[in-house]
């Protein structure tokens, strides 16, 4: 039985119709990714299912019993307290049990689970970090369905990576909007597409509906033109005008009236933007050259450690590392916003900088979208030409009539087409990218990388997104912690192979240290003596560990304080850890001696 049911859902917003009389199941075991173009609705179909959005028309059943929880793609700027309390706002607004044990217990667990500490002040977390705290806000209430919209956004590849090990372990049914396609690919059992106001569901995997949805629009195209061929040929008919009021020609004209109104009704598919990058003249064969380059905001946390770095006229050069290890800010000091410490950087000769921010600080909000792109100019030069800037952002997907909205409508992925137009603009011969791929479409995504292949410049990007870094960058810059930067050659996944073979070599060179450490030497008095003291020291152990059992065993003992519990359970890890260890040395003293 589907854990929720949509029939015959309607939402429109202005003149625009998003979703037109849908319908869409959920079943238990549905790991669902919802597609679309940037602006068709797809959180706004999120928002329905939750309930904080009412849809115009249509009807929504849920099994008795279901409970939903939603992450939502953009956090809540009003959203204070520490992180233990939001985690449990979700679990004691949807609960009958607040101030139970069991609600505390569940939610210690899922913050343990995803390693937030929960006496944090949210204000006062990264962004990762507060995306992980709305993450455990959702799970806490432990869901039948659990609704995410984007939720790989501001998550550096590694807090990916565990997010998706994480949701296919412990999520069974979820529906999800992203716009990472290595993260679609791993998580997805199902595909729900929404393309002009209609869902499409294809149970198959990522790669499989994207070749079976292009032989789709083929023949959707097909049968247009045919259809256009002859509501053309009718028309030139009508036009010649009726030689005899036969029934058969009255017959006709009705037709005809039909297939206008079936023309008029068409929604065509949108329009690909046409991104086209701006070569500037040549730079020189060196681009920036670092030597011995440090900086730190604070002297015991050093962002780069005497990093020495040459990158050259084509290079494509993707910086990638935890959130708050410092990646945008040696972007800011390839760009000379910021001076090192100490060492020295040389920038090339002829160098034309185009600058992508990810905070989106270029752009003013109560300016309209044509105001931004222009500068306050109706025209811009693009290619050595000029061309009225309503007219180039409509390479950008923008209507005429979005041209003239002010900035603070737009949604996330509009904002970044807006910056992409702002920055194409402009000739360049190195674009600097702070997350450009964020709340991109994959057809824009994959637009952007041909641009970006066929760029005759440098690029340095930051991207957390593991298909476009394999897609573009012809090496990686890994920021490693404590000022440590290094290079490796290709993209991410041969980075990650080597650094997997990094990892390998250090874990076989502490194991050798390890048994050399442990080798054996001869048997003596201190040894005798320690021998000797094991079996009353590892029984007084497990009498103190027996003594914790019992405690634990006690059905009262769980309604005391969860901190209280968290540190008998930790006694517990240890007191077991301890005796291991005290038996392991018991084995090897023994063999010891009979040598």
Known sequence: MALVSMRGISLSFGSGLLLDNIDLNIEPGDRACLVGRNGTGKSSLLKILHGDLAPDG??????????????????????????????ASWRTATSSDDGDWGSHHVVARVLSHLSLDPYSQFDELSGGQKRRTLLARALACEPDLLLLDEPTNHLDIDSICWLEEFILRYCKTFLFVTHDRAFLRRVANRIIDLDRGQLAHWQCDYDTFLRRKAELLHDEQV????????????????????????????????????MREERRARRSVEGTARLQVQDAERSGNKVIEAKAL?????????????????????????IVGPNGSGKTTLLKLFTNELQPDSGELIPGTRLETAYFDQHRAVLDDEKTVAENAGRGMDTLTIDGRPRHVISYLQDFLFTPDRTREPVKVLSGGERNRLLLAMLFARPS????????????????????????????????????????????????????????????????????????????????????????????RPFGFNENRELKALPAKIEKLETKLASLHEKMADPEYYKVAPEKIAADTQDTRELVEEINRNYSRWEELEALRDA
């Open 429 to 520: 011969n190195l674009l600097v990218m702070d997350e450009p791929t964020n709340d991109l479409d994959t057809e824009t995504l994959e637009l952007l990388e041909e641009q970006l292949l066929s760029y005759g410049g440098t690029i340095l990007m930051v991207s957390h997104d593991r298909d476009f870094l394999d897609n573009v960058v012809t090496s990686i810059l890994a920021m490693k912690g404590k000022g440590v930067v290094r290079e490796y050659v290709g993209g991410y996944q041969d980075y990650a192979k080597t650094r997997g073979a990094e990892v390998s070599a250090v874990s076989t060179g502490a194991r050798k240290k390890e048994r050399k450490a442990r080798s054996p």
């Open 58 to 87: 249509g009807d929504i059943q849920t099994s008795q019993g279901t409970r939903i929880s939603y992450l939502p793609q953009d956090v809540p700027r009003a959203m204070s307290g520490s992180v233990e309390e939001i985690a």
């Open 294 to 318: 440090s900086f730190s905001y604070d002297k015991r946390l050093p962002i780069v450690n005497d990093l020495n770095l040459k990158i050259m006229r084509g290079d494509n050069i993707g």
């Open 223 to 258: 049968r247009q033109a045919v259809f256009d061929k002859k509501l053309s040929k009718e028309e030139i008919w009508i036009r010649q005008g009726i030689k005899a009021r036969r029934t058969r020609d009255e017959g006709r004209v009705r037709q005809l009236m039909q």
